[in-house]
């Protein structure tokens, strides 16, 4: 989930840099951004492949069975999960040139928000309907709620306070930031 909310920091970022609210933030910012993307997501993929291979190499029956579900049931969605959350950010992420231009590093966010929400899905819906599953519009229309009830909050937040800290001693040497 730290990925995600990584993500989202980052994409919040470059829309109010786009906006010009945010005329301090420049591409060394949105690079570092990235790079937390990008090196989380791979921890992500660590971590999840260290849980799917010791669950799987034990063949404890009443273990097995989750990842067995989710393969056979799911087949789809689980090895999309793992392609979405692994290769995308990879391949996209890994150029260093790339993480400074803004709509890669907004289409490598927007396929980290998909892949971890398939992620929740993937966890969450075999234990409820089992094998029927179906992504519908309540799936869909819960997600935009949820989003935007967090864009608005956000967004109303934001418009109330000064996004430049005051009495930063480091503001300074933020502004001037160059990799």
Do not use: C
């Amino acid at each position: 989930m730290f990925v995600s909310g990584i993500t989202v920091i980052a994409l919040v970022t470059i829309y109010l840099k786009s906006r010009g609210h945010l005329e301090f933030i420049n591409d060394s910012h949105i690079h570092d951004l990235a790079k937390f993307m990008f090196g989380i997501s791979i921890f992500w993929t660590y971590l999840w492949f260290s849980q799917f291979m010791l669950i799987w190499y034990s063949n404890i029956p009443e273990e097995v069975t989750y990842f067995i579900t989710r393969i056979e049931d799911y087949n789809i969605l689980f090895f999309g999960m793992v392609a979405i959350n692994f290769l995308f950010p990879l391949l996209i992420l890994m150029n260093s040139d790339f993480k400074r231009v803004n709509w890669f590093v907004v289409t490598a966010g927007i396929f980290i928000l998909l892949g971890h929400y398939l992620d929740i899905y993937v966890m969450v819906m075999p234990a409820t309907v089992g094998e029927s599953w179906f992504i519908g519009m309540p799936e869909i229309g819960s997600f935009m709620l949820f989003a935007g009830i967090f864009l608005l909050v956000i967004f109303n937040t934001i418009s109330k306070a000064p996004l430049l800290a005051k009495g930063d001693p480091f503001i300074g040497e933020s502004k001037h930031f160059h990799y």
